[in-house]
């Protein structure tokens, strides 16, 4: 699977009116290629793509295509990474929180399943444009320093601001060769 994908922050500026958040959704990770095993029982289905075989891929239940899959078919599933940032102040930080369970439930689409979403909220210490780099700490008092990957993002927010981002990952609809 694709490793890490940085952190996008982004914020508003200060003041009584909050700006509606900002996000970024983009592709990180497709698969295409033959279904070599499907476990009914656990949901799960194993592709080979160019010979090699590929961990099993959870379907949920939200998934109908799965309960028509079998060995042979060619198949293609697609991964996303969003990034939701909104200016929160006086929000209270804390450790990263796992929203996986709430966002599952919130999903109202059948094509669609999210696989993680964590949300944490930081206080912004500096922001360099010409670098696309933004340094921020959270609970722990720790700096973390990232590169953005999107720099409209970075436009507009202040040092001081609070931001909480929520970063999900999902999984979009399993899609058969016809």
């Known amino acids: ?19 509606e958040p900002r996000g970024v959704t983009q592709q990180v990770f497709a698969v295409s290629g033959e279904v070599d095993d499907v476990d009914r029982v656990g949901r799960m289905i194993t592709i080979k793509s160019a010979g090699v075989v590929q961990s099993p891929i959870y379907a949920g239940p939200d998934l109908p295509i799965f309960d028509q899959l079998n060995r042979g078919d060619i198949v293609t599933i697609r991964f996303y990474d969003s990034y ?24 109202d689409r059948d094509d669609a399943g999210v696989m993680q979403q964590t949300k944490m909220t930081v206080t ?36 001081g601001d609070v931001v909480t981002i929520t970063h999900t990952r999902a999984r979009a609809a ?5």
Not at 2 to 14: L, R
């Open 124 to 159: 912004i210490d500096a922001i360099d444009l010409a670098t696309n780099m933004v340094t921020y700490h959270g609970f722990d008092n720790r700096r973390v320093q990232r590169q953005v990957q999107h720099p409209e993002l970075i436009e507009g927010p202040k040092v």
């Open 84 to 107: 939701i940032v909104a200016l929160t102040p006086g929000e209270r930080m804390g450790p990263i929180a796992n929203t996986t369970t709430e966002a599952q439930k919130a999903l």
């Open 1 to 19: 699977m694709v490793g890490a994908t940085p952190a996008i922050v982004e914020a508003a500026p200060p003041g009584p009116a909050r700006q």
């Open 174 to 178: 399993i899609e058969k060769a016809q």
